[in-house]
């Protein structure tokens, strides 16, 4: 999927089962119209016989923060695919947040509490950016 499509994605549902296919892994298919996941091995091929609801990764910083545990899983100094695909991530993130470089801190206060409605859906996109790339 091309970056403009992903970046121009709103957090929701749909938003939410994109990344539990491509970023977590899960087979997602619907139930009575509502999106449902089972987690899938990719190394044994073998998907768990569960149906689980697909979590609000891009609106709650809980499941958000399964996206970021998923992409930094793969980080060790011998797994250079891994530390690409985390790099990739970050640089996404970065990018999507519009964070540089010269960041005051003392307006740090004042935006976080728009940063954390603003950061699921941002994490979702950078993992969806960076998992593509690779």
């Keep these: 999927m091309p970056e403009d499509e992903i970046l121009a994605m ?16 899960f087979v997602v298919y619907s139930v009575c119209g ?8 990719n190394k044994t091929g073998i998907t768990m016989d569960v149906c689980l609801p697909v979590l609000r990764y ?13 992409m930094r899983g793969n980080v060790s100094p011998d797994n250079r695919e ?16 519009n964070i ?3 960041w005051d801190t003392s307006a740090y206060n004042g935006v976080w509490s728009i940063m954390k ?13 960076a998992v593509d790339v690779k």
């Design 100 to 102: 540089d470089n010269d």
């Design 34 to 41: 509502e999106p449902r996941c089972s987690p899938h091995d």
């Design 10 to 25: 709103k957090s929701g549902i749909d938003l939410d089962a994109l990344v539990a296919r491509q970023v977590m892994e």
């Design 58 to 70: 891009s609106k709650d910083i809980s499941p958000a923060w399964q996206v970021v545990e998923k």
């Design 117 to 129: 409605c603003l950061m699921p859906e941002a994490i979702c996109k950078a993992a969806l950016i």
């Design 82 to 97: 891994g530390n690409i695909l985390f790099g990739n991530f970050c640089g996404a993130l970065i990018e999507i947040l």
